[in-house]
């Protein structure tokens, strides 16, 4: 892996993340040497750092994640200060001591990390005293609520958009990809074309797993929002498209295969083969018109769905009969997944 890929990200963080992250951490700071007299407030800081996240919900996860941490951490290493001293060998000691403590208790890699930093700073910093470990829980406390504080109050982030993207878009591909098929049902393919149209009906796959990723982070930006109300309508119907679409996925790239391992020149003489790639066009028409009921947005298509008669098919000649009975009951189910309430 190349070091350039290896500490760069594929998206810039939104200029209002580290806007949040910055004031959360100048105030932590201020507020915290202020109420807190003693060492500089490092613990306030680094809390309030790693509190404001993308969601609300992740926040309050990452505040009660920290405190549990540093309470752990700064207890085991004050324990350890106080009874063998603030030698070196101490430290490394009460890291080794934290390690074991937060394995024992099953806590989070992040959870047992946090542990471990936490005692190292409270030895190294030289001041293992009964005192120093409170006000380092209470810094650590005041970071929290602040970082809490600020998300809530700058623009609490609401990710519907990316979710509506990410739905939209795999919706879009899998119009395309049934298309694609129903074009190649229409005229020979090569065996390099059919194997391009595996490929490029496969890479729906990742899509899918990124709409999936994108709802489930829409969904947790929703939790504990304030603006979250008047979204949760639209994740709802986002939610559901996607729940159409995933299957019909499956379908797609199920019947891509088929035709691939057992394709013969002599397929697009079949009459029932023509009709499928009429009902793989009719699907696609009714896919587009999911994505065309996203609000505001505004489509040619005709609003009645496409598949709505009954499909009749021509007995199929022997030699095709296994692959077209196969697309046959796989476009049942796709009819199945858009019919409803399409």
């Known amino acids: 892996m190349r070091m350039p890929a290896a ?34 407030p490092v613990f306030a800081a680094i809390a309030a750092l790693l509190v404001v996240q993308p969601s609300l919900n992740q926040s309050l996860s990452k505040a009660v994640e920290r405190s549990i ?36 208790l099953r806590m989070t890699s992040a959870t047992t990390n ?19 470990a409170v006000d380092r829980i209470l810094e650590t406390i005041i970071g929290a609520i602040i970082g809490i504080v600020v998300n809530l109050a700058l623009v609490p982030p609401v990710a519907i958009k990316p979710a509506r993207d990410a739905v939209d878009g795999l919706g879009e591909e899998l119009a395309v990809s049934l298309e694609r098929l129903a074009a190649a049902l229409e005229r020979p393919q090569t065996s390099g074309e059919l194997e391009g149209l595996l490929l490029e009906a496969r890479l729906m796959r990742p899509m899918r797993d990124a709409a999936d990723a994108a709802i489930v982070a829409g969904a947790d930006s929703l939790r504990l929002n ?37 394709y013969d020149p002599t397929l697009v003489s079949e009459p029932a083969v ?69």
């Open 7 to 40: 500490i760069r990200a594929t998206h810039r963080t939104p200029l209002l993340q580290v806007t949040k992250s910055a004031v959360a951490a100048v105030l932590a700071w201020l507020v915290a040497g202020w109420l807190i007299e003693g060492p500089p």
């Open 226 to 262: 304030p603006r979250g109300r008047k979204y949760r309508d639209e994740y709802a119907e986002l939610a559901q498209r996607l729940d159409r679409f995933g299957p019909i996925v499956t379908q797609v790239i199920g019947m891509t295969r088929a035709v691939r391992d057992r």
């Open 69 to 104: 941490g540093v309470i752990t951490g700064v207890v085991v290493a004050s324990l350890l200060g106080l009874l063998l001293g603030p030698a070196t060998w101490v430290v490394l000691l009460a890291i080794v001591a934290a390690l074991i403590v937060a394995w024992a």
């Open 274 to 342: 023509r009709a499928i790639a009429e009902q793989l066009r009719r699907a696609a028409h009714d896919t587009r018109l999911w994505i065309a009921q996203t609000e505001g947005a505004a489509s040619a298509l005709p609003e009645v769905p496409a598949l709505t008669a009954p499909l009749t098919i021509a007995t199929p000649s022997r030699d095709h009969w296994i692959l077209i009975g196969s697309l046959l009951e796989d476009l049942r189910r796709i009819h199945e997944a858009l019919g409803d309430d399409a």
């Open 114 to 132: 946090q542990v471990a930093i936490s005692a190292m700073l409270v030895l190294a910093l030289g001041a293992a005293t009964p005192n120093y």
